[in-house]
């Protein structure tokens, strides 16, 4: 959500902001809206001030024995009137937040401009990619030649963009969650969560996934919405409170499902593993001091490619330009694992400034010691990792030439000491 009184004193520098994002300027309708909500405030305050000045002449007069009809039509009026004018002013004020609340973050000065991801800047690259002498193959035809993935029985019972994992590689993918919540927890320091996969819409509204993206998510006969990110449920921890700066920063992780439309997707990668309906991720969130978030933003991003290190695998991280940034973010970093079968860079990560955009939506403020104001606080979020695709860097990165995967040495105290998977198994 943005500060309409950063609107009201900045309408250039925030036009300026969404022409970065590909949106034509609206200040000056926002402001004209704003004009009238606050010109409806003030014509309602002095209609009531009215009402009860009436009302006390009414008695007073009453008391003396004199007619107070005149007065009594007068109060009849302005109740009419107070009523229209209340109505206007929540229409107005409707149209305000509705404004507010579909126009995504402005970008960060430092975000680099662009229309779409033909624009994002390559900041490093770490790791070289292995030379295989032998042809690699893509993850599908690697898991469906050990007989352990099955897309097709998947289908049969739920459509597509669904996969059946079985014996080791089930067993491999929650390997790499287990290594990948340890590390967060035990090395970098968040506190593992176990949140709700179901929630309100409250929730999704705070972190900018309503109303605008409703068709990218499920929701059920009774409400809910099922989570496309632990980013929902981990940040709305905090939504309604004022927070200790002492407390600051908090940082929360969480293994979950996450389910997505993919309505946009449709033609994208149809086949394998990379885009379905329902994943598992380990997300990151952390809450922080506004002086602080550019920092834990590196460091967010560091924790992300922890994994990635420690499972040996060729990466690249691009900041995303503003054409190609997610709608509550400010700033935002992916981390793109190599895919040997695929001869590219994927993303697996996005780690992400949202700045104090989703804190103004959730209404999440800290006060300091002896303050009597408060701020809003910083939110950020990343993935650390998404599961289903690092299980697809594994086996297109560690594959050998008669189909086997060996595992990754930091999974093998996950796998009972297996060093192997091969179609004998």
């Known amino acids: 959500m943005h500060d309409i009184r950063f609107i009201r004193e900045n309408p250039a520098s925030f036009d300026a902001g969404l022409a ?13 809206i704003d004009r009238r909500w606050r010109a409806g405030e003030t014509a ?12 006390r002449e009414i008695g007073l ?5 004199g007619s107070v009809e005149v007065l009594l039509d007068e109060v009849s009026r302005l109740k009419d009137q107070i009523a229209l004018t209340e109505e206007e002013g929540r229409t107005a004020g409707r149209e305000l937040e509705t404004i507010l609340s579909s126009l995504p973050n402005l970008p960060a000065p430092d975000a680099p401009d662009g229309p779409d ?15 295989l002498d032998f042809a690699p193959l893509e993850h599908d035809a690697l898991g469906e030649r050990l007989g352990l993935m099955d897309f097709a029985t998947a289908a049969q019972m739920s459509g597509a963009r669904f996969v059946v994992l079985k014996g080791p590689l089930a067993r491999l993918e929650r390997a790499l969650a287990a290594f990948m ?12 969560v176990n949140p709700p996969f179901l ?23 009774t409400g809910h919405w099922l989570i ?27 293994l979950t499902p996450c389910f997505r439309s993919e309505a946009g997707a449709a033609g994208k990668d149809t086949r394998g593993m990379v885009r379905q309906h329902q994943f598992a991720k380990v997300e990151m969130v952390c809450i922080t001091h506004p002086d602080q978030s550019d920092a834990e933003h590196a460091r967010m991003t560091a924790c992300a490619e922890a994994v990635l290190k420690r499972l040996d695998l060729p990466y690249r991280v691009v900041s995303l330009c503003c054409g190609d940034m997610g709608f509550s973010a400010r700033a935002t970093f992916d981390i793109e694992v190599w895919l040997p079968g695929q001869n590219c860079y994927r993303e697996i990560s996005s780690c992400s400034n949202c700045g104090d955009f989703q804190a103004r939506r959730m209404n999440t403020r800290f006060r300091g010691a002896g303050d009597k104001t408060t701020r809003f606080v910083h939110t950020l979020n990343g993935s650390g990792l998404a599961v289903g695709r690092t299980l697809v860097a594994v086996l297109e990165n560690y594959q050998q030439a008669d189909g086997s995967i060996v595992v990754p040495e930091a999974l093998r105290p996950y796998m009972g000491g297996l060093t192997r998977i091969g179609a004998d198994v």
């Open 20 to 32: 970065r994002r590909g949106i034509d300027a609206l200040a000056a309708r926002i402001l004209d």
């Open 44 to 55: 309602l305050q002095e209609l009531q001030a009215r009402r009860n000045e009436a009302s």
């Open 61 to 65: 007069i009453k008391k003396q024995g």
């Open 117 to 131: 991801e033909t624009a994002n800047v390559e900041m490093r690259r770490v790791g070289t990619p292995r030379v």
């Open 181 to 192: 919540l340890d590390l967060q927890t035990g090395t970098n320091g968040y506190l593992e």
């Open 199 to 221: 929630v309100k819409d409250e929730a999704l509204f705070g972190t900018g996934q309503l109303p605008k993206f409703g068709e990218d998510l499920f929701r059920t006969t």
């Open 228 to 254: 496309p990110t632990a980013e929902v449920p981990l940040t709305n921890l905090v939504a309604g409170k004022i927070l200790d700066e002492s407390a600051l920063p908090l940082r929360f992780t969480a």
